[in-house]
């Protein structure tokens, strides 16, 4: 029960994460494939800070890493919002392109990495060792990681901006209406660019959070092995907003949970192979989907490149 307990706060609150990112920027009106992406640089930046400055303090280290994880997926947001909304392009075509180049770059960065610290010895690996010390604490029996306080805080912060501060008003109506939103005086170029960046800032974290957490050594070959698109399928079980998401967050997490626990629990007498487990979260998400997604209701112009000269 423990470890089930362990692993399932684990992932849900890089889900939660991950999840209200997307929320943040389909709000805004611009549905961000790219989570995936995101997640892959964020992760991919925060574990290049702890394999260079491991030296560190632990707290000057936690704080420096989770910051280059979120300003990385900001930045690699962007790509994002300049297509989408610059440029008007397809938003499902350039997140699926930037989910493809975030793997690539991956490795490339990586290996080269490993290339020069290896002296040019032998193929370099796709493969970074850390220590994950700096962010693991013991609670009684639990063993707590501190992105759940992490994830806490931000859940509160997100709903209290989205739905009690004028900004959350004028970032929402961009993504339900925006020629209304732009007849008052909203900027709905810029409130879309702010929502891409703010589910940069919360993907590049999550994907952080995915990696570190759990083990010393991550292969960036496989990026984040599909977490950003369950985040997707969190984002729209809870209706795009912050509690209902953070819910269903947890619900996914107890499925993605059971292959990390089922060698070592009364599951094993199943002698079910782990990757069958691997699989539950993605059929539970499109089981669940299939059957809600009727009742879903997705900001209305998500998608729909805005033209200030239409009405």
Known sequence: MF??????????????????????????????????????????????????????????????????????????????????????????????????????????????????????????????????????????????????????????????????????????????????????????YQWRYIGVIISGALGGIGGFAYIVPSVTTWNFEVGVAGAGFLALAVMIFGQWKPFHIAGAAVFFAVFRSLANIADSTALASLGWSNNIYRMMPFIASMIILAFTSKNSHAPKAEGVPYDKGAR
């Open 3 to 188: 470890l089930l307990i362990k692993f399932t706060l684990l992932y849900a609150v890089v889900l939660m994460l991950v999840a209200m990112g997307g929320m943040f920027s389909e709000r805004s009106g611009v549905i961000n494939i790219a989570l995936e992406g995101i997640m892959a640089i964020g992760g991919l930046a925060g574990v290049f800070v702890l394999a260079l400055c491991g030296d560190l303090p632990a707290p000057a280290l936690v704080a420096l890493s989770i910051l280059a994880s979120m300003v990385a997926g900001m930045v690699y947001s962007l790509l994002l919002g300049f297509s989408a909304i610059t440029l008007k392009a397809d938003q499902t075509i350039g997140g699926t392109a930037l989910n493809m180049l975030s793997t690539a770059i991956a490795i490339v960065m990586v290996k080269a990495f490993n290339n020069s610290s290896n002296s040019g010895n032998g193929a370099a690996s796709a493969k970074l060792n850390y220590s994950n010390d700096a962010f693991i604490y013991r609670v009684g029996p639990f063993t707590i990681n501190i992105f759940l306080f992490i994830g806490i805080i931000l859940l509160i912060c997100s709903y209290i901006f989205l739905f009690k501060t004028k900004w959350g008003l004028r970032l929402r109506s961009c993504g339900e209406h925006p020629q209304a939103a732009d007849s008052v005086g909203i900027n709905v």
